[in-house]
């Protein structure tokens, strides 16, 4: 080859995108095949070599609803809006048990995928999206015990049930919001991974799990809809167990806070991700 033929040669330059284009949706969309593997090995990496298998879906929520219900709704008698408490606690665990694990699955997505980084370029927005998405097979099996359930105290859901996807998907953007953050910050403070577990047990005594929103005095309930998983919770169980409907304040309140989370987290991965390669 001539030098001057070589000189021609096109070169491709990857860059990343400044200004308002802070997240190409469409680039997401070309590597749609890349998601589906790194879904596809997560759960495969989870379930091939356990004991149980996908009873580990089924196995935590379920222990954790009989604790609750032999200590929050025997022993201490906490009210649970005229709903048996079994089925009251593990509906607000289904949500909490899938946000819990999601963050933690994306935020040691980044780190835990070191030598992918470091040597082949796609969006790195891919990472925490799959940790996210993985745990929808987790609440799906679960979800069928509560179906379960609610033949078994024949709760019949109401109309309600219509707007359950979108109290799914806040509680899918809540994770990813919660998620970037959490990644973007573990990949330059590894402590980070030590503060998740921490950070889970004290938002779960501040959302309505072994109790109702209906305890929060009025005056209060505006400041305690800024934790974005109250209204996703209360939301689930008007949707599934036809309780009174939720206060719609709090929900309209926890789902600015869902979008104002998902969108600065967005733009902090966004800022962060030029320096993964290097950090890491």
Known sequence: MRGSEA???PVLVIEPKKGLRW??????WNYRELLGFLIWRDVGVRYRQSLLGAG?????PLLTMIIFTIIFGRFAKIPSDGIPYPIFSYCALLPWTYFTRSIIATSDSVVGKTD????VYFPRMLLPLSGVLVGWVDFIIAFSILVLMM??????????????????LMTMLTALGTGLWLT???????????????????WMYGSPIVYSTTIIPEKWRSL???????GVIEGFRWALLGKPAPDWTMAAISLVVILILVLSGICYFRKMERTFADII
Do not use: C
């Open 224 to 230: 305690y809809a800024l934790n974005p998983m109250a």
């Open 184 to 202: 973007a910050l573990n990949v330059k403070y590894r402590d980070i991974k030590f503060v998740v577990p921490f950070l889970t047990q004290l």
């Open 151 to 168: 033949f078994w105290y024949g709760v019949a859901p109401a109309y309600g049930v219509l707007l359950l996807p979108l109290f799914m």
């Open 7 to 9: 000189v021609h040669t």
């Open 23 to 28: 997240i190409d949706l469409g680039e997401l």
């Open 56 to 60: 580990w879906a089924i196995l935590q």
């Open 116 to 119: 992918l980084i470091s040597k």
